[in-house]
């Protein structure tokens, strides 16, 4: 059964810094391109960032590039997002989940995903 | 404001059938497969539809997904209580900004 469980949410202050982690079974996690997915309370669906298998290649939405870091540790069955300089929009339910299939010519749908962990950024 | 259009709403009496329209361009739905989830209140989104119109494992067949141009839609067939929901489209935009992208979500009412 596949499995993501992310952790790290927290309240934070406007500036400040948190790291979300996500533990992953169930599949073979080198095998596939990760993502992390926010939602804002009562809002939409926004995809972050995503990684590739071997975590050469990463990309990020415009609003959160040069702030946000994804990672992943292949060895650990996990992914990360570091999240810096934190500011008030970022507030959300932030998922963890799998790119079914990526290529160059872009990535496919979301096929698993984690129950989420909330970061508030608030003062 | 996001970059893929949806209804916020749409409504239908038991057992009826209901669409949900998604709208984007060349750049995305256009040119890529799109793909559907079901959100329930509190919950992490489920896959519902992918690559247009495949239905992953357990999905019942009175969910069906078409694309046509730079427009999908989302049928449910024999609405079910149950199916009350968020909904929402998603595909891939191969602009200069490459990005996932979703539709704002259309939440169903089975009156």
């Known amino acids: 059964e596949v499995q993501l469980v992310e952790s790290g949410g927290d309240l934070v202050q406007p500036g400040g810094s948190l790291r979300l982690s996500c533990a992953v079974s169930?599949?073979?996690?080198?095998?596939?391109?990760m993502t992390w997915v926010r939602q804002a309370p009562g809002k939409g669906l926004e995809w972050v960032a995503n990684?590739?298998?071997?975590?050469?290649?990463?990309y990020y939405v415009d609003s959160v590039n040069g702030r946000f870091a994804i990672s992943r540790d292949n060895a650990k069955n996990s992914l990360d997002l570091q999240m810096n300089s934190l500011r008030a929009e970022d507030t959300a339910v932030y998922y963890c989940?799998?790119?079914?299939?990526?290529?160059?010519?872009?990535?496919?749908?979301?096929?698993?995903w984690g129950q989420g962990t909330l970061v508030a950024v608030s003062s | 404001q996001s970059v893929l259009t949806q209804p916020p709403s749409v409504s239908a009496a038991p057992g009826r059938k209901v669409t949900i329209s998604c709208s984007g361009n060349?750049?995305?739905?256009?040119?890529?497969?799109v793909s559907w989830y079901q959100q329930f209140p509190g919950t992490a989104p489920k896959l519902l539809i992918y690559?247009?119109?495949k239905r992953p494992s357990g999905i019942p067949d009175r969910f069906y997904g078409s694309k046509s141009g730079t427009s999908a839609t989302l049928a449910i067939t024999g609405l079910q209580t149950g199916d009350e929901a968020d909904y929402y489209c998603?595909?891939?935009?191969?602009?200069?900004?490459?990005?996932?992208?979703f539709g704002g979500g259309t939440k169903l009412t089975v009156l």
């Open positions: 169930g599949f073979t996690f080198s095998s596939y391109w």
């Open positions: 990684i590739n298998q071997d975590g050469g290649k990463k």
């Open positions: 060349s750049s995305n739905i256009g040119n890529n497969y």
């Open positions: 690559d247009n119109n």
């Open positions: 989940a799998r790119e079914a299939y990526c290529s160059s010519s872009g990535c496919s749908e979301v096929d698993f």
């Open positions: 998603g595909t891939w935009d191969s602009s200069l900004s490459a990005r996932r992208v």
